[in-house]
């Protein structure tokens, strides 16, 4: 089984950075796809960004309208984990984010495995 642990999470303003960490275990991981989902209150769980294979160690980013331009997702498979680069936050980017994984080539909408989630709030 695969293992995601998620970290960076905290409170930030409007037009501030964070940058979330995903750790894996227990898989292949060049061999899976890696994404970032998130969930706001009273709202369901969407897509935020993942990572499609291109060729051997070779990846595109992939991301939702609502964050193109923003977010930047990258992943370094000699140190088994993923990332999630937040910038210019708006307060509607709070939401509990949730880093998965699946072994395809391209993340399917409810992906194998995820992480507890780390929590991104934005102030006004």
């Known amino acids: 089984q695969v293992q995601l642990v998620e970290s960076g999470g905290g409170l930030v303003q409007a037009g501030g950075s964070l940058r979330l960490s995903c750790a894996a275990s227990?898989?292949?991981?060049?061999?899976?796809?890696m994404g970032w989902f998130r969930q706001a209150p009273g709202k369901e769980r969407e897509f935020v960004a993942a990572?499609?294979?291109?060729?051997?160690?070779?990846?595109?980013?992939e991301y939702a309208d609502s964050v193109k331009g923003r977010f930047i997702i990258s992943r370094d498979n000699a140190e088994n984990a993923v990332y999630l680069q937040m910038n210019s936050l708006k307060p509607a980017d709070t939401a509990v984010y949730y880093c998965?994984?699946?072994?395809?080539?391209?993340?399917?909408?409810?992906?194998?495995?995820w992480g507890q989630g780390t929590q991104v709030t934005v102030s006004s």
């Open positions: 998965a994984a699946d072994d395809r080539l391209v993340i399917r909408s409810t992906p194998e495995y």
């Open positions: 227990g898989g292949t991981f060049s061999r899976y796809a």
């Open positions: 990572t499609r294979w291109a060729a051997e160690n070779v990846y595109y980013g």
